[in-house]
């Protein structure tokens, strides 16, 4: 069962792919990319010199021994990355 | 190496945003060496991409993107969500080596199949062509869409069925990062490897960058006729771009989920396809083949020996069997053609013009097509060469590559049947038209943009009409640089996206057209060579422009419609029809006749081919053309490169004698004799170089084509400076090449020039001895840049009466009438019209006794011509009117006019209900504009109220009531008694107008005893203002009398100078003129500069005003944004008999007007301010001295026009804004044109108003006109 949560992390790339990141105070490592995808924004209502994309995740990381699935969004836009969902 | 297979440019049509040529240079840049390109409908780009493919050393693959529906018999599959069953399934097809011809036919097909415009194809279909094609079925397929849908079953038996149907079969994978579409491009992938098809890797390219993916988005938008919204867009489209290599092997690795051997063996596979379909670029482009491969049209029998003989019985015909130096060149000529193998060629153009001739039309040749003795001699032309000095190298040269263009004017209104004829002649198979990519320019780009980001309709049509006909990259350069866009609002910043968007739009093809004259001729082979769809008026339409065509090898000819060979066509008939005088314009009409050129002389040209515009009308009567070959100069100096070399001035100066012509060496004296020492033709530039270095004409043709390119301009040079025979000396070399190298590419071809001439002396010569027949066929055919009122005036100074509308008169075009001496009221009725116009304008008025004695002395008005117009305007006058057409009313359909004119004669306006049946509004209309005032007596104008006598008004509340009773059903006892009724009264009268004309008014003499009963005289007459009002409105025509009369008060009062007074006026003096604008233009100038030049009319003639950038600051918003204007202007002479105004200020009239009823006129002469002459020399008055100095800084800052000038090697400059149609700005008159006088007080909403097309006002008008009134108003 997911959870949405819809709070900013902070989140660390390697290879333009999320390693590791800390949401809640605690720092997660990626173990693995299971999805990636891209969604175009509204463009038209936002400012000229952004791409207007949203990059998605879906990973595989752990903060410890439980591993659990955690879908990241990364807005060009914003500059900032969010955690979406939660299966944990 | 990877190749993209699946790849949309921007011929697919408000689809892709890449050039072919970007594509291709993108592909090489990633040193890809195989590139296809799949449009989207068809193959508009092909052609163009192979051409990039060969200059970029890329193997080309060219295929085509279709919608797919469903087989015949197969339902589409029902079940599944919405949504994915909602979306269009499209599968792509790739030509295999060889396959060309059958992608052609497919795509053929393919819009056979569908309504025009919504191609579409089958699985049978493609079946049908799949011999030579590669089918790949993609995400968008109906395979696709099923495994998308997790319906894997149903894509296993539509995959089944697909592989039966089609030999050679793949399964397209995409990958643009969606969400879910990687895995669903993994379950595609494991499908195809299931059913033992194979693989294959696009990236269903629409884009060149990433960042594009906006464009397209509002492309999409704009297709769908949608608002731009995520519903709308497609999310993923950034990725949608052409990869690099190495970005698809991650996609690659990506839908084969990191298993590497997989993904190299999709990529292997996705080559192998590329190297079945990949061909080399000379397989299409024919012309590029060695040696060249031209398709021609099948000739019965051997055509050079055809050709031949047809020539030499051209010889006997034309007079010219015993001319040893025609047969010199004959041979010459078919030496040429011979070799280049083109006989056929000439023998199929002479057999379609002999065909269209026979129809009747009318049929010239124009262009360099009219320099070749052959072309003469087997009648597609009637220019003879040997004449005018003409070359045939210009045509058509050794050296030159593919077909000679030869080119045929028709009338504009025969020309679709024309093309009917040639299609009926050669058939379907053999035919097709030519046509044209509409690219988006700054108007539509600006509408569609405008559309998807959600502005209001009327709003986005406003603005996007504000703007000249720019280029859409040059939109928001244009609100800075054009004065009357700076002020005008609309450089707001919530524009700033529309505008940014627009600009983006630049140059995308948005629609295909049938191109204007382009038809090709081929043979049975033709639908091989190009596919093939019908156009608007269900053509058939090849799918390349007129260049493409050309690469492909394929015989064009240009069939353009000129609606001046219409006008001359409709001449002949009237003057056939009312005088019974056959005239043959091309054996019968002496090509020197005085009284015609004397005509010219004097710049009475407005009607006349090619030398009606302002300009022309300046150069002509400067020049002052006496035989063909001025006419031949003067329509060549007419260009933007004789103008901008400044030939101009040193040809009229040598020609009138006040120079000696110069000429660089006495060997080019024969060469530049016929011009005085200029170089005015491109046949004059062949001959100096063949002559200084013997390198003969066709390799001077080549060396002519050259000089226009800047890149091989420096070639040239060098090639010049050692071909150069070593007796011309160097100063003479150097100013030979200093006079070539400015010439370029400007100057005009004289073939050309020579075969415009002839219809330019046509019609001055049917203008000068049938003024009213030519000028019907002018108004009915428009040929020319002015309105229709202009033309009407020229008529009345012609001598030529205007008839208003009448039941009974008028027909279906304007008629030529001669009005028999026997109609008292008709002539009174001219009269009268004209008599309003006798206040400040020197009409002559013979009274109706001395139309009684003669009976050519019944056309009552004549023009008293002022100064030195009087011999020239005076020789036109003749007994002949020109009566309005029903076709003129506004609103009324052609089926209309049709029973208007067949139900002829009327008995009453209640026959003319029952029989005719007009519309309500178009009735209504025809009654304002007096179309029964002859029939039932009414003279409006004069007193108001007239009791008992029947007015317009009177008419126009019967024809409610006739509408009333018509729906209520008591017609049909009515229309009995109207049938005997009207029988009885035409058998009685015999004429049309005489019915009308005897008795009293009894016009209420229809039955109304089953209608409402109207009183005669109940309602008020309209007043002329409000006739001449509904005549503006309805017609677009002051017929009763001039505009400009309304104004007259005014006028008087602030001193106007009349245009019939100017040339009394010393030059360099400072007057006020006005009149109503009939032309605003913005040629290319020598200067650099965007210069307006306007003219009003005034009804005693034509105004030229020229307005220079200096004064555009204040001037160009009301250019722009005025119907009627006051200027201020230097008076300039032009010539003997022309005279030209340098305007310094101008003004809107209707609100000079508005400001002197309501403020009097000290207010409007403080708006005009004192001219120059009367403040001698201390400026503009009015302003203080502080004010004129913070404008004067601030229209240095930002004075006249902005934009960079384009230079050319020769000094000439070209503004960025010059030579491009103007806003449309007003177009109609205002509304209300004039305030009713005091006395009048009819009720002013009565007349029932039809409702005005849109566009009566403008954004730029309003912002305009608003932005003028506050800075006048604040002087």
Known sequence: MSRIYGDPIEVWTRDGEPARFVWRDRLYVVHRVLDHWVTSREWWKISENDPGERRFWRVEASPGPATGTYELRFDTAAAGWLMLRAWD | MFTHLHVASAYSLRYGTAFPGELVARAAGHEMDILALTDRDGMYGAVKHIQACADAGVRPVVGADFALSATEGEHAPSRGPAGEESAEQRITVLARNGGWRHLCRLTTDAHQAGRRGEPHVTRELVARHAEGLVVMLGPRSDVGRAVAARRDQHARVLLAAWRRAVPDLVVEVVDHYGHHESATAARMLALAKAMHVPAVLTNAVRHLDPGDYRVGDVLDAARKLVPLHPRHVEHSASHAYLKSGKEMVQAAARVCGGDSGRAARLLAETRRVAERCAFDPRDVLALRAEPERLHLPEVDGDAVALLRRRCEDGLAHRGLERSGQARERLADELRVIERKRLSGYFVAVSGITDLIRGMGVRCAIRGSGAGSLVNYLIRIGEVDPLDHGLLMERFLSEGRKGLPDIDIDV??????????????????????????????????????????????????????????????????????????????????????????????????????????????????????????????????????????????????????????????????????????????????????????????????????????????????????????????????????????????????????????????????????????????????????????????????????????????????????????????????????????????????????????????????????????????????????????????????????????????????HWLVERPPPAEPREATKVRESMETREAGNPLEIRGPQEAAETPEALEVVKPLATGDDRDVVEGFSEGYGLRVPFSAVKGISEAEVERMVAGQPYTSLADFWERARPSRPVAERIVQVGGFDALHGLHPGGLRWRPGELTRRDLIAQVGALERASATGVTSSRRRARRTGARGAAGATGTSTGAGAGGPPQAVQIPMSFTEHVEPGELPEMTEAEAVEAELEILGLDVSRHVIGFYDDLLDAIGVVRSDELLAVRGGAEILVAGVKVATQTPAVRSGQRVIFTTLDDSTGPIDLTFFESVQERCAATVFGSWMMVARGVVRRVGARAVSLRAVDCWNLAELDHLWRTEGLEAVRAVLGPGRGDQAGTGRGRRSRAAGARKARAEGDRAGVGGRPTEYGNGYRLSPYADIGPAPGVTTPPRKLWHASPGSSGPIGFIPRPDRCAGEGSAGRAAASESGRSRKGGR
């Open chain 2, 411 to 812: 009338e504009s209104a025969r020309r679709l049947d024309c093309y009917q004829a040639i299609l009926d002649r050669y058939g379907e198979s053999r035919v097709a038209c030519v046509s044209m990519m509409e690219t988006y320019r700054a108007r539509s780009a600006i509408r569609d943009v405008g559309a998807a980001m959600g502005l209001p309709p009327h709003e986005t049509d406003l603005i996007a009409k504000a703007f000249p006909h720019i280029r859409a990259r040059q939109i928001r350069a244009a609100l800075s640089d054009l004065p009357e866009l700076r002020g005008s609002g609309l450089d707001d910043r919530s524009l700033d996206t529309v505008f940014r968007l627009a600009e983006r739009l630049d140059g995308l093809p948005r629609h295909i057209a049938l191109h204007p004259c382009g038809v090709l001729v081929g043979n049975s082979g033709l639908r091989d060579l190009t596919p093939v769809e019908r156009s608007m008026l269900d053509f058939p339409m090849s799918q390349f422009d007129k260049d493409d065509v050309e690469e492909a090898g394929l015989l064009k000819l240009d069939v353009l419609g000129v609606r001046m060979q219409s006008a001359l066509a409709y001449a002949l008939d009237e003057i056939k029809r009312v005088d019974d005088q056959d005239i043959d314009l091309e054996q019968d009409v002496p090509r020197d006749d005085p009284a015609t050129y004397d005509m010219i002389c004097t710049g009475h040209t407005i009607g006349c081919f090619q030398i009606e515009s302002p300009g022309q009308r300046e150069l002509v009567a400067k020049l002052e053309p006496r035989t063909m070959h001025d006419l031949i100069v003067d329509i060549s100096l007419f260009r933007p490169g004789p103008v901008n070399s400044d030939m101009v001035t040193p040809y009229l100066e040598a020609r009138h004698g006040w120079r000696e012509p110069s000429y660089p060496h006495p060997r080019l004296r024969p060469a530049l004799r016929e011009t005085n020492g200029v170089v005015v033709f491109h046949e004059q530039v062949l001959r100096v170089v063949d002559v200084m270095t013997g390198c003969g004409l066709s390799e001077a043709e080549r060396v002519r084509r050259a000089l226009g390119d800047p890149a091989s301009r420096e070639r040239v040079r060098g090639w010049w400076e050692a071909a150069v025979l070593p007796e011309f000396d160097r100063e003479t070399t150097d100013r030979a090449w200093q006079v070539l190298d400015a010439f370029g590419s400007f100057g005009f071809c004289k073939a050309h020039a020579a075969a415009f001439a002839l219809p330019t002396y046509q019609s001055a010569w049917l203008k000068r001895h049938h003024p009213a027949a030519f000028l019907a066929g002018v108004l009915t055919h428009d040929p020319g840049m002015y309105p229709g009122r202009v033309i009407l005036d020229e008529a009345r100074k012609c001598g030529v009466a205007v008839l208003p509308l009448d039941v009974n008169g008028s027909g279906r």
